[in-house]
């Protein structure tokens, strides 16, 4: 396992203005934000969060069902938020809770009133805009009863910032047939060191979906979320596109733990090395039944690079359905033959198969952000990386 | 159109073709029979140009050109086009988007060719995900009336089809190899209506085991593969008879 030297970078300090209308940001801080799918005209979203360094800058709610504050204004107006608060992610993991823990600098605080359907995502930015900055931000979730959202929240260095460190802390919850769509799109620099440390709790009939987007270069990222599915019927899914060019250390995956009858997962994660290092894990636990749950990992390294896939299926009890599917290897060569003889010759061939494996289709994102992704893969395919 | 002159193919160190000859002129239509490993469909892949058939000996002409080395997206650049028995599924593209780029000559209407082979509700799958057998020839049909061949290669059309596929797929081969692409006609040229049927006809290597193809295309001549030699060429509803008559075992005494 990789190491982050803490000491390299502030945590101390870099305080920011608040920021009333996010179209008054620099063009370059707004490319930066709709990489990470935030618009800054606000249209099309229902709330949005913005942080830069070690201040909470703007945080704005469009619909009634959605609050959306500064962690630290939510601690004050919930008493501390006790119920919530650091109850899924342990405060004392490791050096990296304990800091968050120690020196908070904000993150959003989300609330979907029960019942609301929220119809235009909610957004939020995390972003290091100081070099060397070190950010400490503590996030928390919460969908209420039959309550349904989308998220869309992305992580960026400011055009220019080279190194920084952002230590992130997630706590989701997803109450009784409320449904929320996370949607995490990470833009990174090749200096920057990312240990988000995440976990959410699923009540009855609850749905979680994950969409995971990493296509830029980062210098070391560690994250396994952590999903525990504790009530009857939930469902959750995991989709993730991830691609580590030269210089990029990645430890990633997602653990869903089921333990009430009736539920299912799916982890799907389609990883490609350009040069780079991928540890793909995946884990789902079973402990009730019935359940069913399905862990699949691709992976392509192009050129070089490593890809590690990591599966793990553990039930404990009669009747679970569990089953996983890995791959690491090159593009098929049947798959480029099969387009050659349509007339592509062997680059086409393989650009068309690699842009496909990177499809988000699926996700359902906005238009806009699909659109950043989309010219996203073209760009990396017009480098030399593939 | 296709000359094919002492082929000799190997898989490996293994012959799969020993010194074939065949001649496909343009627009006629080739029945290929023959028992399982005679190799019928290595004919097929070395005429395409797939990785692991080996050329050890003669060569292949299409429209007088040697492409016995050439790469296989030159091969269908020059206008040979051919129909997949087990196609791989591509994550990720769409058939609407793979049927775009069949077509090299310019735009073609994914929508309207689709409807022909009742394969609009898959415009929008990843190709070949989960299809059907019938559903494979339908898509791979689709492929090749967006990408207007002069030459298709058929490997068993009516393999994995059930009879209800396959009057629509034995209806579309035909238009495929009537030329009859749903492409304007070029009323500007002189030829007479049948001289023009003519000239747009494909032309056509079909692979059969059943025959049941013959039924909806018009078959001018065959052969039959065995061991990698051709022999017994004949018409092909006649080779069908024999064959079914007695077997392929007529063709080791006509070899000998």
Same mark, same amino acid.
């Given at each position: 396992?990789?190491? !982050? ?5 502030t945590f101390?300090g870099?305080?920011?203005?608040a ?13 930066q934000?709709l990489l990470?799918?935030?618009?800054a005209?606000?249209?099309m979203r229902?709330?949005? %969060? ?18 959306? #504050? ?13 119920e919530y608060?650091w109850?899924?992610?342990d405060?004392?993991?490791d ?7 120690g020196?908070?600098?904000g993150?959003?605080?989300?609330r !979907? ?7 235009d995502?909610?957004?939020?930015c ?13 996030? #928390? ?33 997803v109450?009784?047939?409320a449904?929320?769509?996370f ?5 990174w620099g ?6 988000p440390?995440?976990a ?7 749905k979680f979906?994950?969409? %995971? ?7 070391? #990222?560690?994250? %396994? ?9 939930s469902?959750a899914?995991?989709?993730?596109? !991830?691609?580590?060019?030269r210089?990029?250390?990645?430890? #990633? ?15 799907i ?25 399905h ?9 070089d ?9 553990d ?7 569990l ?14 033959? %099969?387009?050659?003889?349509?007339g ?8 068309t ?12 994102l906005?238009?806009?952000l ?11 395919q ?5 | 159109?296709l000359?094919?002159?002492?082929l000799h193919v190997n ?22 029979f ?10 097929l ?18 429209k ?5 080395q ?24 769409r ?5 775009q780029?069949c ?12 409807g ?25 049909l689709?492929?090749?009336?967006a ?12 393999? @994995? ?11 579309v081969a035909?238009?495929v ?14 030829l ?9 006809r494909?032309a056509g ?5 059943? @025959? ?8 001018d ?9 051709l ?26």
């Amino acid at each position: 396992m990789s190491t !982050v030297d803490l000491s390299q970078f502030t945590f101390e300090g870099l305080n920011r203005e608040a920021i009333d209308d996010l179209n008054t940001l620099s063009q370059e801080d707004k490319d930066q934000l709709l990489l990470a799918g935030v618009v800054a005209d606000e249209s099309m979203r229902s709330a949005s %969060y913005l942080q830069m360094d070690h201040s909470a800058v703007h945080c704005r709610s469009h619909d009634e069902g959605v609050e959306i #504050l500064d962690i630290k204004d939510a601690l004050k107006k919930y008493d501390g938020l006790k119920e919530y608060y650091w109850t899924l992610v342990d405060r004392d993991k490791d050096e990296f809770t304990r800091a968050a823990d120690g020196n908070l600098h904000g993150g959003y605080f989300i609330r !979907v009133r029960a019942g609301a359907k929220i119809k235009d995502p909610i957004q939020s930015c995390l972003m290091l805009k100081a070099e060397n900055v070190g950010q400490n931000v503590h996030n #928390l979730v919460i969908i209420e009863e039959g309550a349904e959202a989308h998220i869309i929240t992305g992580c960026s260095v400011a055009h220019g910032t080279k190194a920084g460190a952002h230590l992130g802390i997630s706590e989701f919850f997803v109450k009784k047939n409320a449904s929320l769509t996370f949607t995490m799109v990470h833009n990174w620099g090749e200096s920057v060191a990312v240990r988000p440390r995440s976990a959410g709790v699923v009540e009855e009939g609850g749905k979680f979906l994950s969409n %995971y987007v990493l296509l830029k270069a980062v210098k070391d #990222l560690q994250m %396994y979320p952590s999903i525990t599915m504790n009530g009857a019927n939930s469902v959750a899914r995991f989709n993730s596109v !991830v691609v580590a060019p030269r210089g990029s250390h990645l430890d #990633l995956g997602n653990r869903v733990i089921m333990n009430a009858p009736g539920t299912r997962c799916e982890i799907i994660a389609r990883t490609i090395a350009t040069g780079g290092t991928i540890i793909n894990r995946g884990h789902i636990g079973a402990h009730a039944v019935p359940s069913k749950g399905h862990l699949e990992c691709q992976g392509l390294i192009l050129g070089d690079g490593r890809i590690w896939a990591i599966p793990e299926l553990d039930g404990t009890a009669e009747g679970v359905e569990l089953s996983h599917e890995a791959s690491v290897g090159k593009i098929a060569q049947d798959e480029i033959e %099969y387009l050659m003889a349509r007339g592509l010759d062997e680059a086409e061939a393989t650009s068309t198969i690699v842009r496909g494996f990177l499809n988000t289709d699926i996700m359902g994102l906005p238009d806009r952000l699909q659109r950043e992704i989309d010219k996203q893969i073209e760009e990396l395919q017009a480098s030399d990386a593939m | 159109m296709l000359t094919i002159e002492d082929l000799h193919v190997n898989i490996g160190d293994k012959p799969v073709l020993q010194g074939i000859n065949l001649e496909i002129k343009k627009g006629e239509t080739f029945i290929l029979f023959g028992p399982n490993g005679s190799g019928k469909t290595s004919l097929l892949m070395a005429l395409m140009g797939f990785s692991g058939y080996e050329v050890t000996r003669g060569r292949i002409l299409f429209k007088g050109e040697d492409i016995t080395q050439a790469p296989m997206y030159e091969r269908a650049r020059l206008g040979i086009g051919m129909s997949f028995q087990r196609p791989p599924t591509i994550h990720g593209l769409r058939t609407r988007h793979l049927v775009q780029m069949c077509s090299r000559k310019g735009k073609v209407n994914p929508e309207l060719l689709a409807g022909r082979v009742n394969m609009t509700e898959f415009l929008d799958r990843d190709i070949n995900a989960g299809f059907s057998g019938g559903e494979i020839k339908r898509s791979e049909l689709l492929q090749l009336m967006a990408q207007q061949p002069e030459l298709v290669l058929f490997d068993e059309p009516e393999s @994995g089809v059930d009879m209800e596929n396959m009057q629509l797929v034995g209806k579309v081969a035909r238009d495929v190899l009537d030329g009859n692409f749903n492409i304007a006609p070029d009323l500007s040229s002189d030829l007479t209506l049948k001289a023009r049927k003519e000239s747009t006809r494909t032309a056509g290597l079909i692979i059969t085991h059943t @025959g049941y193809i013959l039924d909806y295309v018009n078959a001018d001549r065959g052969q039959v593969l065995y061991k990698g030699h051709l022999c017994c060429e004949g018409r092909p509803r006649d080779i069908l008879d024999h064959i079914r008559q007695h077997g392929y075992q007529e063709c080791v005494r006509c070899m000998n």
